[in-house]
């Protein structure tokens, strides 16, 4: 005979008519002999109808289009935003290259200038894939970045 | 008791033509899918944000990365379990994000969200605002389990699925969940269940 402790978990899924009828068999045998499992039952059977009684306005058609318009008009936003940034991130590149071109080229800039400019791009550059190899890494361990992946 | 709210899409043969559909790049098809189960998204997000215009955001963001992910889904599960765990886990960003390891959950005045709110309580009395009040006191991982069963209307193995737990682990944790709020409610809830008096 399997004690209160062991069977108090099955109470819940009874509530729910999710228990298995072999497991729901020997919940009712050990119900007929405790009562404090058989309050516990009523307690959650009242619990579930109070629950129950609390329920979301279902949307009209009018409002449900409205909010697929918000998320289309989103979809619509990502497609954009990833197009700019393509094409913010080639012009930058494209614009910092022929500057610095320009000013190692340039003889009448002073060299500790010249330094300055580089040390910059390629801190910059450091900082760029630093950031990046950390959230690769972190999307790879973290549970709720991975919310798709089944 | 019976669910009183029943979801509005038929989740058998025509949702997957529509997600068949929505693979090959409809995004007419997607709206289907995203108003069949729209109100049911909305309102698991505000139980878990406990604020009205975060839950239309979350939920919307939720869309969002479904349809970039639908080439990913499988048809082994439901479109709103998978969809479920995409909500859950952007509320859980949010959530963090903001540092909000228990939310501060508003209660709505009644009757002010017919007029306001597609899909936000419609009960407002006073029993069921004692039981929002105890469930934001309970910790995310309670919350999140009753969110499913009660406001999601998920089966035990959708709720195992969109957890990534066992079903057994689903019974243990959906009973203390229940325990838990059962502790925060007033005694005469226990004695006296909505209808009995």
Redesign the interface.
Known sequence: MMNCEEL??????RV?D?LPPEQARRLEEHLAGCEACRREL???????????????????DA???R??S???N??ER?AGWILFSLGAIVLLCYGGFKLVEEVVRDPDIQWWVKGGVLALVFGTAILFVSLLRERLAVRKVDK??R???? | ?E???EP?ESMDTSEDALIRQCQAGD?DAF?RL??GC???A??AAYVLLGNRDDA?EAS??A???A???IR?F?G?SRFYTWYS??L???C??RL?RKRHPTVQMAVEPAGT??HS???????RNE??ER??QALRQLPLKHREI?VM???QHM??KDIAEALGIPI?TV??R???A?KA??DL?PKE???H???TR
Do not use: C
């Open positions: 108090k978990s099955m109470i819940s899924a729910d999710e009523a307690e959650m059977t009242a619990l579930k109808k109070e629950l129950d009684m609390i329920r979301f306005n279902e949307p009209t409002e449900l289009t909010y697929w918000g998320v289309y989103r979809l990502g709720y970045s919310e798709i992946e089944r | 008791m669910r009183k709210v509005r995004k709206g995203v108003k729209a109100g049911r909305i309102g239309m919307q963001d869309f969002v990365r349809w970039r992910n990913r499988d082994r765990k995409v859950r886990n952007v859980i960003s963090r969200a017919e709110d597609p899909s936000i309580l419609a009960e029993r069921a039981i929002w009753l069963s009660h406001f089966a035990y057994g019974m243990s959906l009973h203390n229940r709020l059962r409610l809830f226990a004695n269940p909505a209808g």
